[in-house]
């Protein structure tokens, strides 16, 4: 109960100081508001950048042409050899018929050219399209796939996909560590904040020392009041999050420059977002608060 009756007193006198020492903590929250944007922003930025990498990761096929003249136990082995390559995550095979259908069906260009031909006169080939593990590796994976007996001709959109693949990364890693970079600079911008505002209360903290009160029923309430400043500090940043990215996504379509590369659907993405800025935020205003009052706590 003792616990309970200095929790309560705790969350009482903080909202107290909060009302109290307004104009200190207005400073804090505007700090907060201001550095939970940027956060945010990045936030976004990195999360998709990932899902383009991740769709195009899902998306990109090997197409593996085989010989006209592969005969059907030929073919057999190219897929036993196919299969046992270690980047192979899994592979379908159309003949060429199918192939044919398959192009009639997508074009009516190419359905009036295909029709005119017999099968005998087609020039396409029986394909495998190949999904990899790992796409870093894929041109390594079609150079292997491309020695092999009866393959004719391996694409997989070489040069475009490799400077994707590598532009996409690059950006990832750079979002990550602006996200990183960002929470520890709100860090140290909070807690520079919150001392003012506690040094400022120097006395206060002095005189319940004087009259023997723990240092965690001192630390306790300032604890709870940078808890509550990062609240109040990211409410802000959460509706521009989430009414912000609507805005973004249903502006460009879904997508950016082309349709692969899509962004991430608002739902669930803009909660999960916004309670990633809230628990920064929260987080951050109580190791501020921690931080800048152990200092007057020291003997």
Request: hydrophobic share 45%; net charge neutral.
């Amino acid at each position: 109960m003792k616990v309970f009756r200095m929790l309560g007193r705790s969350i009482r006198d903080a909202f107290k100081s909060v009302i109290r020492n307004f104009s200190l903590s207005l400073a804090s929250i505007s700090c907060i508001t201001i550095t939970l944007i940027i956060v945010s922003i990045a936030l976004i930025a990195s999360f998709n950048v990932e899902n383009f990498t991740t769709a195009i990761e899902r998306d990109m096929t090997i197409v593996v042409f085989l010989d006209s003249d592969a005969t059907e136990k030929e073919i057999e082995q190219v897929e036993f050899d196919i299969k046992a390559i270690e980047n192979v995550e899994k592979y379908t095979f159309q003949t060429k018929k199918e192939v044919k259908e398959r192009m009639q069906k997508e074009s009516e260009v190419f359905n009036t050219v295909l029709s005119s031909w017999e099968d005998e006169e087609s020039p396409l080939k029986d394909t495998f399209q190949v999904k990899v593990k790992d796409i870093e590796k894929i041109k390594a994976t079609a150079d292997e796939i491309k020695s092999l007996e009866n393959v004719s001709v391996v694409r997989y959109g070489e040069g475009m996909v490799d400077k994707m693949v590598t532009a996409f990364s690059s950006i990832e890693k750079v979002t990550y560590g602006v996200v990183i970079a960002l929470v520890v600079v709100t860090v140290f911008l909070i807690i520079n904040t919150i001392k003012l505002t506690i040094s400022a209360r120097r006395k206060e903290i002095g005189i319940m020392r004087l009259v023997g009160a723990s240092n965690i029923t001192i630390k306790l309430p300032f604890i709870i009041e940078g808890m509550i400043l990062g609240l109040m500090g990211s409410i802000i940043p959460i509706v521009l999050t989430t009414y912000g990215y609507l805005v973004f996504y249903k502006h460009f379509d879904g997508h950016l420059y082309s349709k692969l590369i899509q962004l991430i659907t608002p739902e669930p993405f803009i909660y999960q977002a916004s309670l990633i800025v809230l628990g920064i935020g929260i987080l951050v205003g109580m190791i501020g608060s921690a931080s800048a009052v152990r200092r007057y706590l020291k003997i």
